[in-house]
């Protein structure tokens, strides 16, 4: 009898993993494939975002008794917070997808279901579609910054503000809104101004840290 039971406890445990398992992968196919990928162009966050994803799956799933569920994805988050990539410019949206890998490993594989999926399944729609939604939003724009050596020198002065910003949109194609004197050299007669635009692709990424740099 006792066979019995725990035959049976295993086979619930493998369909409890296995369907979990399924829920999981098919959220990040569609997370990397339909939402990061035709925006992004990007395969080699591709392989990062799988690997984690999957790696975090099962180590949470095998390690999370219902005793330290908790305290162990929040450890898990605090691990994860602290990693950064040492040799490249990783952009904030690039992150942002990675962290939403993380996070997905941790909810398929913890979340308490009590045998009906439905609300895991809903959880994981939701974030899909807020990530999509979100990546869609072409009506917010972000301000981008140039840095540009200026030889026209002559237009720097505050009361011909409007001309230097004419004279610098005419020149980039950028529709340039403001302008930052960074320097000024007189003996070469150019001045380093930092140029401001709006787009609907942002520029920032995470920069390395000073000590990063001296490494």
């Not at 619930?12 to 990061?36: C, E, K, P």
Request: net charge negative.
């Amino acid at each position: 009898m006792e066979e019995v039971v725990t035959n049976t406890k295993d086979m619930l445990n493998i369909v409890d993993f296995g369907t979990r398992g399924i829920i999981n992968v098919i959220a990040l196919l569609l997370l990397v494939s339909l939402i990061y990928y035709p925006k992004h162009k990007n395969k080699d966050f591709i392989f990062t975002f799988v690997i984690f994803n999957i790696i975090n799956f099962m180590i949470c799933y095998l390690l999370g008794s219902a005793k330290i569920k908790i305290g162990f994805a929040f450890g898990l988050f605090a691990i994860f917070s602290i990693i950064r990539y040492r040799t490249i410019l990783v952009s904030i949206k690039d992150m942002g997808y990675f962290f939403i890998c993380v996070a997905l490993g941790m909810l398929n594989s913890l979340a308490s279901v009590n045998d009906n999926f439905v609300t895991l399944i809903t959880c994981n729609v939701v974030i899909l579609v807020l990530t999509f939604s979100l990546e869609r939003l072409d009506f917010l724009k972000n301000e981008n910054s140039k840095d540009i050596v200026y030889d026209k020198i002559n237009l720097i002065k505050p009361q011909l503000r409007t001309e230097l910003l004419e004279d610098l949109s005419e020149r980039t194609g950028l529709a340039i809104h403001r302008v930052d004197i960074v320097s000024i050299d007189y003996l070469k007669d150019v001045a380093a101004v930092k140029a401001y635009f709006y787009s609907t692709e942002s520029d920032n990424v995470l920069q390395d840290s000073t000590d990063d740099k001296d490494d």
